[in-house]
């Protein structure tokens, strides 16, 4: 249960006590906490608010590694309705919620298959490039933009995510936060390297087919003969 208003959260917290079908395992007040409570519980299903501090609902979703919860929308607003449901929304409650609207929602989101609705979230993150990323440096939670990544590199079970002088970890495989960058943006160099063309000032020439990838602010990668067909059919070289 997601909300930065504590009497939406309590009006919820009292419907979901009056059913009895779902525990409430946790609430957050403002976005950055609810990745943190979502990936930490991982529950069935979340009622999240739409207008939030730090970051807002569809931040959120954006954030969240898979497997996601089912969510349902709850908000004081009706002109975000169009993209919760592109967002593979269950439902969609306004503010203030009417228990019988409430009740209606809650079966709906029970009674949604998880494959079906699987499906639907894996063909939404397939054709939504993320356009930020929620990384961990020290105790605190920060959003980094997309646009400021130079490259990322496979760290074991992490990326690591080099934007200007700065590093942050992300836990996920390259490969899985590949497929949710925008390939014409973000290109595999090296089987453990994706760089933000972007961020490329030059290539040079190395022996055995491999090139350097120089990039603006000054580091250098390598990209290897494997890769280098792609990159130059995208660049049209």
Do not use: C
């Amino acid at each position: 249960m997601i909300d930065d208003e504590p009497p939406a959260r309590k009006k919820v917290r009292s419907l979901l006590a009056d059913d009895g079908r779902v525990d409430v395992v946790g609430e957050a007040e403002d976005g950055i906490s609810a990745v943190t409570l979502i990936e930490s519980e991982r529950p069935d299903l979340a009622f999240l608010d739409v207008q939030m501090p730090e970051l807002d609902g569809f931040g959120v979703l954006e954030a969240l590694e898979p497997p996601l919860p089912r969510i349902v929308f709850v908000t004081a607003h009706d002109d975000f309705a169009v993209k919760a449901f592109e967002a593979a929304a269950v439902d969609y409650l306004l503010k203030p919620v009417e228990r019988e609207r409430f009740r209606v929602a809650l079966d709906r989101a029970l009674a949604t298959a998880d494959d079906g609705l699987a499906a639907v979230r894996e063909h939404v993150a397939a054709h939504r490039p993320l356009t930020r990323l929620l990384v961990r440096r020290a105790n605190r939670m920060l959003l980094v933009a997309i646009e400021s990544v130079d490259w990322l590199e496979a760290a074991r079970n992490y990326v690591r995510v080099h934007t200007g002088g700065d590093a942050h970890l992300v836990r996920s495989s390259l490969t899985e936060l590949e497929t949710r960058l925008d390939p014409e943006v973000f290109v595999r160099v090296h089987r453990s390297a994706i760089v933000n063309l972007d961020a490329v000032d030059r290539f040079e020439p190395l022996s055995h087919g491999d090139w350097r990838v120089v990039l603006r602010g000054g580091g250098e990668l390598r990209l290897s003969r494997r890769y280098r067909e792609r990159l130059e059919s995208l660049l049209g070289a």
